[in-house]
Structure formats: structure tokens, C-alpha cells
């Protein structure tokens, strides 16, 4: 009923590398507008672009490949955000690649394994045998066999054709509910993702890892949902910390 890690069904819970067990957590996190944000870009970019709030969403999709050019985020709260002094997210720090994710050693569709073992399933490290995170499969199937809630910071519902229509800003989704047809519910958190040393897109969306990689590529298989209405079986990277839902083996 919640994320690894997590306290309670709301709570940010752990975020994690894709086939990486080590928890890292993030503390003192808190809502930021977008020129304290700025702020905090500025020591990254170095002298040669001065960040502002007007220009920081073009900054984040400079770095981290998450914004259009010309988003305007002059009055539009980022959601929360904070920063890790323990653990960067990137290919350096992670376990199974050492060319920067163009080869990976043990979980490749090269002959290799392409499900993650028990030992390096974080569901199974950190609740015990008798959990796993889900499959691509199962994923799909909460997606398609469930109707979905998407829920504001204020505690509205919204519907998932009302949320398309903008009824929810950018910040300021608290998560989304699927109900199944014998109406039991599980609720998902939107704990935004970790990339380098920080903690973005809280309130914007949520991420869950599968344990499958994609049958093409390299890349891992997983939920994806965002404010405005989407929900998709996602496709990425494996370095970005993530949040991991146990189900039962």
C-alpha cells in the first residue's frame, strides 16, 4: 500500500537506481518557485548563461532533458524539490555499465538476464521473500484493467478527461488513485524522479520501476504518469532513482 521506503501511502518513500537495492532517501524537501530554483541551477552552468526565472525552464531541459524550450515558469511553482549529498544519479554511479550506459555487463538483451534476480530487486531486499517489483506485464495490467483518479495537492479528484482539460497545474498533483473492479485501490505518490544530484518533478508526476527491460533496447520498462492526464507504460533510462512498488511473489 506504499512505496518502498515510505512511512505511510503519501510519504516520498526511497528512490532507486534500476537494479540497484541501496535506498536513498531525500530530506527538507519543500516547494521552491522558480527563481530560487534559478538559484540553484546558477552554480551548475558555470558563468557563461545567467539563469533567472524566466529562463530556467530552458536551463532544466539544457541539463536534464525534462522541459520544453520557452516554458514559461514565471509564476508557476516547480513542486518540490531537493538535493542529495549522498548519491548522484548518473551513469558514473551506476553498477552495471562502465562505458556510460552503452554496454551493461549483467541485465542486456545481448544474452544476458533481462528480469531482475531476487538479490537486486529492491522490493525483495527491503520487504522480504515474499515481494517483488512488478513485471512489465502486471504494470500494463493495472493500467488498462482499472479506472484512474488523479488527486491534487487540496485533496480534489479529477477524473482522468478533466484532467486533460487542465484541472490540474503543474505542481500541484498529489498522485493518482487505480481502483479495480472489485474496488480495491492502490495510490501512487507523484515523487517526481532523481537525475544527478537532484530531486525533480515532485508534484508533477510519478514514476514506478518494472523489473523488465525493454524487449528492443537497453532500456527498462515502468509507469509513467503526469498531471495532465497521462498514464503509460513507460521506457528509460536506468540511472534516474526512481520509486519501487512491492507486489506480492
Not at 38 to 61: F, H
Not at 83 to 89: A, E, G, I
Not at 140 to 147: C, D, F, V
Request: glycine residues 12%; hydrophobic residues 35%.
Amino acid at each position: 500500500d506504499r512505496n518502498v521506503g515510505a512511512t505511510n501511502p503519501e510519504h516520498y518513500g526511497s528512490y532507486f537506481q534500476w537494479g540497484d537495492a541501496n535506498a536513498y532517501t531525500f530530506d527538507g524537501v519543500g516547494e521552491i518557485t522558480a527563481a530560487e530554483l534559478a538559484s540553484l541551477l546558477q552554480p551548475l552552468v558555470g558563468d557563461e548563461i545567467i539563469v533567472t526565472k524566466d529562463n530556467v525552464g530552458d536551463v532544466l531541459l539544457m541539463l536534464f532533458e525534462g522541459y520544453d524550450v520557452g516554458t514559461d515558469l514565471t509564476n508557476t511553482p516547480m513542486g518540490a524539490f531537493g538535493c542529495s549529498l549522498d548519491k548522484v544519479f548518473n551513469w558514473n554511479s551506476y553498477f552495471d555499465t562502465t562505458d556510460s550506459g552503452n554496454t551493461f555487463n549483467k541485465y542486456n538483451n545481448n544474452g544476458g538476464l533481462t528480469v531482475l534476480e531476487s538479490s537486486d530487486d529492491a522490493a525483495t531486499v527491503h520487504m522480504g521473500s515474499q515481494y517483488r517489483i512488478p513485471t512489465a506485464e502486471e504494470i500494463n495490467e493495472l493500467i488498462n484493467n482499472t479506472t484512474q483518479t488523479f488527486i491534487d495537492v487540496d485533496g480534489n479528484e479529477y477524473s482522468k478527461e478533466q484532467t486533460q482539460n487542465g484541472s490540474i497545474k503543474s505542481g500541484k498533483l498529489k498522485g493518482l488513485r487505480f481502483t479495480g473492479l472489485n474496488g480495491n485501490s492502490i495510490f501512487i505518490p507523484a515523487v517526481g524522479n532523481c537525475n544527478d544530484f537532484l530531486l525533480l518533478a515532485v508534484g508533477i508526476g510519478g514514476e514506478l520501476w518494472s523489473s523488465s527491460l525493454a524487449d528492443s533496447s537497453n532500456n527498462v520498462r515502468g509507469l509513467g504518469f503526469l498531471y495532465d492526464g497521462s498514464v503509460v507504460e513507460s521506457s528509460g533510462s536506468r540511472y534516474p532513482g526512481r520509486s519501487v512498488r512491492g507486489v506480492q511473489a
